[in-house]
């Protein structure tokens, strides 16, 4: 059975650090690509990060360069994220995603509140 597993969300004030992990299961991890999503309220989802299946490339929204760095450790199946000097505008449902060719996994999703 595929699963992704995702935990490390939270409440957090502004300028604070999580760290979010994706584990998987049930599939080769090291074949697929990682990614991260969000969606806020009202908002469409937009993808935060992405990493290829070695780790070797990386690419990042914008508005998180130089603040959110995106991981991945294939003997563990797990793809994470780190989140520093988190803003308000961060907030939002973070999802984990990992893609190989035709197949494409979603996990369920963790919240992430940035506010004093």
């Known amino acids: 059975e595929v699963q992704l597993v995702e935990s490390g969300g939270g409440l957090v004030q502004p300028g604070g650090s999580l760290r979010l992990s994706c584990a998987a299961s049930g599939f080769t991890f090291s074949n697929y690509y990682g990614r991260w999503y969000r969606q806020a309220p009202g908002k469409e989802r937009e993808l935060v990060a992405d990493i290829s299946n070695g780790g070797r490339s990386t690419n990042y929204l914008s508005s998180v360069k130089g603040r959110f760095t995106i991981s991945r450790d294939n003997a563990k199946n797990t793809v994470y994220l780190q989140m520093n000097s988190l803003k308000p505008e961060d907030t939002a449902v973070y999802y984990c995603?990992?893609?190989?060719?035709?197949?494409?996994?979603w996990g369920q999703g963790t919240q992430v509140t940035v506010s004093s």
């Open positions: 995603n990992v893609v190989f060719y035709a197949n494409n996994y």
